[in-house]
C-alpha cells in the first residue's frame, strides 16, 4: 500500500526566508505526486504535479518541487515566502490506476513571521 | 466555472440521524471520491467512483454509503451518524482529460452531536 510522510507538522519561517517542505512517500513503482495547498475554512488547492520527465517541476504562486527517486522524495521549496504563503500543506501520492487514489500525508502547518 | 459543488456546506446532526451529502462536477470528470479531513490525519478516502455506474471502498468507508447517480453526480450517505464522523468531508474528481489532476470541492463540514 502507499503511503506519504511529512516528517514537519509545523514549520515557522520569516517572510522573505527560504523554505523546504519535506515529503517521503513509499510506493511500489514511481506513482503521480502532488503538493496541495490549504487556507483556512478552504478546499484543497494543486500547486503542481509531477507525472514524468522533468524531475523538478514548476508550479503556480512560485512554488517548485524535486523528484528524487533514490530518496522516494518530493519536497517543495519557495526561495522567498511571502505572508500569504501561511497555509497548510498536503502532499499526496496517486496510483496509475484507471481512478486516481490520492493518499494524503499528514499535512505540515506554515506560519509566517513578518 | 463552479468545477466541484459540495452541498450543504455546514450541518449539525444528531447521533443517529441519517444524512446525505451532495456533489456534482461540471468538468465531465469519469472518477469521482469522498475524502474526510481530520486534524493530524490529513485527508482519508472513504469511497470513490472510477467511473459512472461503479463505486468502491477506500480506507474508512464504514458508517457510509455512496451513490453515483449519473456521470455529474456523487453523493455520500450517513445513515445512521455517530460523533466519530464529525469531521470536513470533501467531494473531488479526476479523468484523463484533466491531466489526471484530482479537483476538489470546498468542503462540508459536519458535526455530530
Known amino acids: 500500500a502507499q503511503s506519504v510522510t511529512q516528517p514537519d507538522i509545523h514549520i515557522t519561517v520569516s517572510e522573505g526566508a527560504s523554505l523546504e517542505l519535506r515529503c517521503n512517500y513509499s510506493?511500489?513503482?514511481?506513482?503521480?505526486l502532488f503538493w496541495y495547498v490549504q487556507s483556512p475554512g478552504q478546499g484543497l488547492q494543486l500547486l503542481l504535479k509531477y507525472f514524468s520527465g522533468d524531475t523538478l517541476v514548476q508550479g503556480i504562486k512560485g512554488f517548485e518541487a524535486e523528484f528524487k527517486r533514490s530518496q522516494s522524495s518530493f519536497n517543495l521549496r519557495k526561495p522567498s515566502v511571502h505572508w500569504s504563503d501561511a497555509a497548510e500543506y498536503f502532499c499526496?501520492?496517486?496510483?496509475?490506476?484507471?481512478?486516481?487514489?490520492?493518499?494524503f500525508g499528514s499535512g505540515t502547518q506554515l506560519t509566517v513571521l513578518p | 466555472n463552479a468545477g466541484v459543488t459540495q452541498t450543504p456546506k455546514f450541518q449539525v446532526l444528531k447521533t443517529g440521524q441519517s444524512m446525505t451529502l451532495q456533489c456534482a462536477q461540471d468538468?465531465?470528470?469519469?472518477?469521482m471520491y469522498w475524502y474526510r479531513q481530520d486534524p493530524g490525519m490529513g485527508l482519508r478516502l472513504i469511497y470513490y467512483?472510477?467511473?459512472?455506474?461503479?463505486?468502491d471502498k477506500g480506507e474508512v468507508p464504514n458508517g457510509y454509503n455512496v451513490s453515483r447517480l449519473n456521470k455529474r453526480e456523487f453523493s455520500l450517505r450517513l445513515e445512521s451518524a455517530a460523533p466519530s464522523q464529525t469531521s470536513v468531508y470533501f467531494c473531488?474528481?479526476?479523468?484523463?482529460?484533466?491531466?489526471?489532476?484530482?479537483?476538489f470541492g470546498e468542503g462540508s463540514w459536519l458535526t455530530v452531536v
Open positions: 510506493y511500489g513503482a514511481t506513482p503521480y
Open positions: 467512483s472510477a467511473s459512472e455506474g461503479t463505486t
Open positions: 468538468m465531465n470528470h469519469n472518477s
Open positions: 473531488a474528481s479526476s479523468d484523463q482529460l484533466s491531466g489526471n489532476t484530482i479537483y
Open positions: 499526496a501520492v496517486a496510483s496509475r490506476g484507471s481512478a486516481r487514489q490520492l493518499t
